[in-house]
């Protein structure tokens, strides 16, 4: 009885201990090889590019890594752990050309998930402009006009129609001898995304007798019904046309269905650079991925395929870490 009270108490305080450490484990991305000092205390007795750090029961540390290869800058970074969770942190340059650390994945210490290696990423062709839909409506004016010349002579009407995007005066005319008919027109300057250009040009010939009161008829543009892509957004934008819900939500179960980091995330983006992204969408699929790192590299990759880029504060939110933030606002201010 004893002994199994005493076996209890042991396994009680392994879970307490358990509990209150945590696990990290530093790697670098290019298999620089290094020593790691956590508040000037020394953890690996020969240079590694890969070291696991155990049992650590401090929130924070002080951590210090210093380069084998003497043409390697040293740095130090403040450390955090989270107790029963074991973090990989990746030690990569940053793009200030100094080193940084950064979190790569977490699992619960124990389980048998290892840290993947960053994924590659590719530069991908700039996305294809695409042209909203617009809707065209004409109505006709009827202006009775009165011939009086010699029997037999030819009456030309011709009428032309120009649409444009910008603010134009456009003339109609229609020239019977004898008469000067102009009418100018203002066409508005709409201020949207849609471009649209078309001439068209219409000539008829008539023959009538001297008194005869014909009734020529004319084409009046009206005002165009134009499809905003985002009512109320005036920001900047990166693509043309934001896809519809419909579509992301049939990309975000092709991404649910694979296994694997890696297969996640080059479906995003090749499906990505085929469309034209909200700045909610972008979040929405960053929330498929597990690892920091992945989401970091998805955000940077999604900024040209974003509509709306002057909303894409609100991909913050996938974040786990206030430095992801901070690398992602500066690869932006990069640019």
Same mark, same amino acid.
């Given at each position: 009885?004893?002994?199994?009270?005493?076996?209890?108490?042991?396994?009680?305080?392994?879970?307490?201990?358990?509990?209150?450490?945590?696990?990290?484990?530093?790697?670098?991305?290019?298999?620089?090889?290094?020593?790691?000092?956590?508040?000037?205390?020394?953890?690996?007795?020969?240079?590694?590019?890969?070291?696991?750090? &155990?049992?650590?029961?401090? $929130?924070?540390?002080?951590? =210090? !890594?210093?380069?084998?290869?003497?043409? /390697?800058?040293? +740095?130090?970074?403040?450390?955090? *752990?989270?107790? %029963?969770?074991?973090? @990989?942190?990746?030690?990569?340059?940053?793009?200030?050309?100094? /080193?940084?650390?950064?979190?790569?994945?977490?699992?619960?210490?124990?389980?048998? @998930?290892?840290?993947?290696?960053?994924? *590659?990423?590719?530069?991908?062709?700039?996305?294809?402009?695409?042209?909203?839909?617009?809707?065209?409506?004409? =109505?006709?004016?009827?202006?009775?006009?009165?011939?009086?010349?010699?029997?037999?002579?030819?009456?030309?009407?011709?009428?032309?129609?120009?649409?444009?995007?910008?603010?134009?005066?456009?003339?109609?005319? !229609?020239?019977?001898?004898?008469?000067?008919?102009?009418?100018?027109?203002?066409?508005?300057?709409?201020?949207? $995304?849609?471009?649209?250009?078309?001439?068209?040009?219409?000539?008829?010939?008539?023959?009538?007798?001297?008194?005869?009161? $014909?009734?020529?008829? =004319?084409?009046?543009?009206?005002?165009?019904?134009?499809?905003?892509?985002?009512?109320?957004?005036?920001?900047?934008? %990166?693509?043309?046309?934001?896809?519809?819900?419909?579509?992301?939500?049939?990309?975000?179960?092709?991404? &649910?269905?694979?296994?694997?980091?890696?297969?996640?995330?080059?479906?995003?983006?090749?499906?990505?650079?085929?469309?034209?992204?909200?700045?909610?969408? *972008?979040?929405?699929?960053?929330?498929?991925?597990?690892?920091?790192?992945? =989401?970091?590299?998805?955000?940077?990759?999604?900024?040209?395929?974003?509509?709306?880029?002057?909303?894409?504060?609100?991909?913050?939110?996938?974040?786990?870490? $206030? +430095?992801? !933030?901070?690398?992602?606002?500066?690869?932006? &201010?990069?640019?």
């Amino acid at each position: 009885m004893k002994k199994a009270l005493l076996s209890l108490s042991f396994a009680i305080a392994g879970l307490i201990a358990f509990a209150q450490s945590g696990n990290v484990v530093l790697f670098t991305e290019m298999g620089e090889n290094f020593t790691a000092y956590l508040n000037s205390v020394k953890q690996n007795d020969s240079p590694t590019n890969n070291l696991k750090i &155990e049992n650590l029961n401090q $929130e924070f540390y002080q951590l =210090r !890594i210093d380069f084998e290869d003497p043409s /390697y800058q040293d +740095f130090s970074s403040n450390l955090g *752990v989270e107790f %029963g969770m074991e973090w @990989s942190m990746v030690i990569r340059v940053g793009r200030k050309g100094s /080193y940084v650390l950064r979190p790569f994945s977490s699992a619960a210490v124990g389980s048998t @998930s290892a840290p993947a290696q960053p994924a *590659v990423q590719v530069q991908q062709p700039a996305p294809v402009q695409q042209t909203a839909p617009v809707q065209q409506q004409t =109505r006709t004016i009827e202006e009775e006009v009165f011939i009086t010349e010699t029997p037999g002579v030819a009456v030309q009407t011709t009428t032309t129609t120009v649409k444009t995007n910008q603010t134009d005066n456009v003339d109609v005319k !229609i020239n019977v001898p004898g008469f000067d008919m102009k009418v100018e027109m203002t066409v508005p300057n709409m201020d949207t $995304e849609v471009e649209y250009r078309e001439t068209t040009t219409t000539t008829t010939t008539k023959v009538v007798n001297p008194g005869q009161s $014909e009734r020529l008829s =004319r084409p009046v543009p009206v005002e165009e019904e134009v499809v905003v892509a985002m009512p109320g957004y005036n920001g900047p934008t %990166g693509c043309s046309w934001p896809a519809a819900d419909s579509d992301i939500s049939q990309l975000k179960s092709s991404v &649910e269905s694979k296994s694997f980091e890696d297969s996640k995330l080059s479906t995003m983006k090749s499906a990505t650079k085929n469309k034209c992204l909200k700045a909610t969408q *972008v979040k929405d699929l960053m929330m498929l991925l597990t690892f920091e790192e992945s =989401r970091l590299d998805f955000a940077k990759f999604a900024y040209d395929y974003t509509y709306d880029q002057g909303n894409y504060y609100v991909v913050n939110d996938a974040f786990t870490f $206030e +430095f992801s !933030i901070d690398e992602l606002n500066e690869y932006l &201010e990069g640019r």
